[in-house]
């Protein structure tokens, strides 16, 4: 069955460093995989997709990988700010025409402290 | 804009009870999903819609309805509750532009409704 794994430990950090969370997945053959983040008590928020013949993708402080072959993607926060601190969830979708779903990740809380 | 907008904001059932929890999105999106996230097992797709009239199970359907009368509203009905239901709910709505497998855009959230069965 199709798993989706990402870092199992939350991550604090220190304001200004860089943030790398993982995402690893089995049994799956994802066209797009997307990063959301998520703020206690809200819906998750679109933060960047990237497609299975991208290798990186930048926007703004934010910059995500995607490797195929090792079936995983890194998502990096540059001069991380507290402002960051939430848990960032990845989504992958096969991309089959007419079956748009994402299978998610449980997540991973980031700590960014002053 | 109201984006996705999701009612009620909380909720509490009795085992056995039956009710429907509202999603509308007024982006014309054809793709509607609801999906429930449990602490440490992220969100997990019930149902989805990829146009009215159409919908699909997704992962964990069991106990839940759906239906797509309009572009506009997807309603996800628990026809009797059970403690297991007790989580929190969210509702998605998004474009595959153009009818093309290869082009997709994001999936925009609703706030979701906490749900407890007791």
């Known amino acids: 069955s199709q798993k989706i794994e990402q870092n199992s430990e939350a991550l604090n950090i220190q304001e200004g460093k860089t943030a790398t969370l993982t995402c690893n997945y089995t049994?799956?053959?994802?066209?797009?995989l997307q990063w959301y983040r998520q703020d206690p008590g809200r819906g998750p928020v679109f933060l960047l997709l990237?497609?299975?013949?991208?290798k990186e993708k930048r926007k703004e402080r934010l910059k995500v990988t995607f490797d195929t072959t090792l079936k995983q993607s890194l998502f990096h926060i540059t001069a991380s700010q507290p402002a960051d601190s939430a848990t960032y969830l990845c989504?992958?979708?096969?991309?089959?025409?007419?079956?748009?779903?994402?299978?998610f990740g449980a997540g991973t809380t980031v700590t960014v402290r002053a | 804009n109201a984006g996705v907008t999701q009612t009620p904001k909380f909720q509490v059932l009795k085992t056995g009870q039956s009710m429907t929890l509202q999603c509308a999105q007024d982006?014309?999106?054809?793709?509607m999903s609801w999906y429930r996230q449990d602490p440490g097992m992220g969100l997990r797709l019930i149902h989805y819609?990829?146009?009215?009239?159409?919908?699909d199970q997704g992962e964990v359907p069991n106990g839940y309805n759906v239906s797509r009368s309009t572009t506009e509203d997807f309603p996800l009905r628990l026809l009797s509750a059970a403690p297991s239901q007790t989580s929190v709910y969210f509702c998605?709505?998004?474009?595959?532009?153009?009818?093309?497998?290869?082009?997709?855009?994001?999936?925009?959230f609703g706030p979701g409704t906490r749900l407890l069965v007791l």
């Open positions: 989504a992958l979708d096969s991309g089959v025409a007419n079956d748009y779903k994402l299978s």
């Open positions: 819609s990829v146009g009215a009239g159409i919908t």
């Open positions: 990237i497609r299975e013949n991208e």
């Open positions: 998605a709505s998004g474009h595959q532009r153009d009818g093309l497998a290869g082009v997709r855009e994001t999936q925009y």
């Open positions: 982006m014309n999106h054809e793709y």
């Open positions: 049994n799956y053959s994802p066209a797009y």
